[in-house]
């Protein structure tokens, strides 16, 4: 089946370095990427919309300039938490669209950032 | 808007009983999809069932069943014979119109919890 291979899955990092999450594609094209966030017993919240070969498109609120997200290629989507501080410690997961017989999303497994 | 409610924050269900989860939603576009994810502790985002906007039939898979209420935008999650593994977070999706490339948004949440 179809899968979204999202790395890495744990992460602590300190207070203002970078963290890069990766979401690679393994069996199908995915030229679309969407970026989620979910704070603890909470819902996905969308940061963010990838398309290979042009800008991400930010959910309203959402700092572009802290969450970069780079769409390389058509099997690889990045999201880099920059100058990380505490609060942005989250659970982060990738969806991409396709193929159909799962209709149409496939999720990354997950990131859990912890900044201390 | 675009919105989904999900109104039950958590459920105690007995082992074997069936068990029914509500989603209503809110959207102006006549096409769009309805989706069920179940997500344990481990994080990952499981699928479950599917119902489009012009299904006739309501959705069936294995043990999960949708009960889809067009004219009051409800879209039930019901699950037969419950069992131990059921117990998760479960997240009633939405995608606005028809391309399986638009982002798909999430309601609260509803914890179930299945007691032996």
């Known amino acids: 089946g179809a899968v979204v291979s999202q790395h890495p899955s744990r992460v602590i990092c300190k207070s203002g370095t970078s963290v890069k999450i990766e979401c690679r594609s393994l069996?199908?094209?995915?030229?679309?990427m969407f970026w989620y966030r979910q704070f603890p017993k909470q819902s996905l919240m969308l940061m963010a919309t990838?398309?290979?070969?042009?800008?991400?498109?930010?959910e309203q609120g959402v700092e572009k300039d802290k969450f970069l997200i780079n769409h390389a290629s058509l099997t690889l989507s990045t999201l880099t938490v920059t100058s990380a501080h505490p609060e942005d410690s989250s659970f982060y997961i990738c969806s991409a669209p396709g193929p159909a017989h799962n209709y149409g999303y496939t999720f990354g497994s997950g990131t859990r950032l912890t900044v201390v | 808007a675009q919105k989904i409610t999900q109104t039950q924050p958590g459920m105690f269900v007995q082992e074997k009983e069936a068990v029914t989860l509500d989603c209503t939603y809110d959207t102006s576009d006549q096409s769009y999809g309805l989706f069920w994810y179940k997500q344990p502790s481990s994080g990952e985002m499981i699928f479950l069932i599917y119902q489009g906007s012009y299904d006739e039939q309501n959705a069936t898979e294995g043990r999960y069943s949708l009960n889809f209420q067009k004219a009051r935008k409800s879209a039930n999650l019901v699950i037969s014979a419950s069992q131990l593994g059921d117990s998760a977070m479960y997240f009633c999706?939405?995608?606005?119109?028809?391309?399986?490339?638009?982002?798909?948004?999430f309601g609260s949440g509803t914890r179930l919890s299945i007691r032996p």
């Open positions: 069996d199908f094209q995915a030229t679309t």
């Open positions: 990838s398309n290979e070969g042009s800008k991400a498109t930010y």
């Open positions: 999706a939405m995608r606005p119109g028809y391309s399986s490339a638009s982002k798909i948004i």
